[in-house]
């Protein structure tokens, strides 16, 4: 078969193609595949057998001269930012989307120990628009280590919420830090001590224009049970029977947020803030006198879950720097195989009708 270039501009015939792929063919079946791959690699795909082929092959070793540039970058593939006809699934606008547990160390400003370097999680996500197939998750990351030198408050936290939605160009956005604060605590009694630790988040939420600041903190802390206790006392003096009512470590989650016009609420401001409402916070370091202390603190202060919830929400509501609060109480018994809870909630901020059913599950304090 004779190919005239001539010719080429006009539609050719099927007759005249399958006439080409055979002479192709032909040619591609007698020399080497590297050969094949010099013409186009596409060829060897052409040939019966190799319809999968892979040809040319495929460098193995790591190229590590290898530079990115902007023409490079410009060529790749970002299916994130792709258009509205690749969103699989309803066209919805998605509440939050972004990542969660990113790590890294953060300074933290203490009231009295100066700055803190803490490990730190974060949470970052913002609203996508139901039009818009998704975002570079990477962004959130990158904003935060561009101020991850900085000592963090919550207007820095918002300086980088502000950042990445405009990266991002989002309308509503939110950061949580969760992170362990130690604080030097003393011993009841022996003149000891030792470092408690508070496992806190602050949180920036950004929604329709308006801006919240919200600090959660885990207060672990011991209920003697008021019955229990009054139940034993009796079996003494009736019966001068030994009894001793049962207590058990307790965690109470209590978030708050902070009002508009309020001045630093330190997070020591805040642990004893909780410790005046429920002062049988557990102990780090114990001696006997300690230990023996302990026991009398409790048999002073017995406390159903309930006295609980609204001997913290007291405290919470005489304190002029908190707006909107939620306590959530666990009462993890040594009586029953199961807890007893609460959920006291003060304004619109932290109020719910329905409870993550896991909730009370994370209010477990392993130490």
Not at 306 to 327: H, T, W, Y
Request: with cysteine; hydrophobic share 40%; aromatic share 8%.
């Amino acid at each position: 078969m004779n190919l005239h270039t001539t010719d080429f501009d006009r539609e050719p015939t099927r007759e005249e193609a399958a006439n080409a792929l055979a002479l192709l063919r032909h040619w591609a079946g007698g020399v080497t595949p590297e050969e094949v791959a010099t013409l186009d690699p596409m060829v060897s795909r052409l040939l019966p057998g190799r319809e999968v082929s892979n040809y040319p092959a495929l460098a193995r070793a790591y190229p590590d001269a290898f530079v990115v540039d902007e023409d490079y970058k410009a060529s790749m593939p970002d299916l994130q930012n792709g258009p509205a006809s690749l969103i699989r699934g309803a066209r919805q606008q998605i509440q939050h989307v972004g990542i969660s547990n990113f790590r890294l160390p953060i300074r933290f400003h203490t009231r009295d120990n100066g700055d803190l370097t803490l490990e730190t999680s974060v949470t970052g996500t913002v609203s996508l628009d139901a039009e818009t197939k998704g975002i570079n998750m990477s962004r959130i990351m990158r904003t935060f280590y561009r101020r991850a030198e900085e000592t963090f408050s919550f207007e820095v936290i918002e300086a980088a919420l502000d950042d990445y939605k405009a990266d991002l160009e989002s309308f509503d956005a939110r950061i949580q830090m969760a992170f362990s604060f130690p604080m030097k605590v003393q011993s009841l009694r022996s003149g000891l001590e030792g470092y408690q630790y508070y496992n806190i988040a602050l949180e920036v939420v950004d929604r329709d224009g308006i801006r919240k600041k919200i600090i959660h903190l885990d207060y672990v802390y011991s209920s003697t049970c008021p019955c229990s206790l009054e139940l034993s006392e009796h079996a003494r003096q009736v019966r001068g029977q030994l009894a001793t009512p049962h207590s058990q470590r307790s965690v109470a989650r209590i978030s708050v947020e902070l009002d508009h016009d309020a001045t630093c609420l330190w997070f020591e401001d805040l642990i004893e803030l909780y410790r005046r409402a429920v002062p049988t916070e557990t102990q780090v370091m114990v001696k006997r006198e300690d230990e023996q202390a302990f026991a009398e603190l409790n048999a002073a202060n017995p406390i159903f879950v309930e006295d609980a919830a609204r001997s913290f929400c007291e405290q919470l509501l005489a304190e002029p720097r908190i707006g909107d609060f939620r306590v959530v109480a666990s009462h993890q018994e040594s009586l029953h195989s199961h807890d007893a809870v609460s959920v006291l909630t003060e304004g619109d901020t932290f109020d719910a009708e329905s409870l993550d059913p896991k909730l009370f599950d994370t209010l477990i304090h392993r130490g």
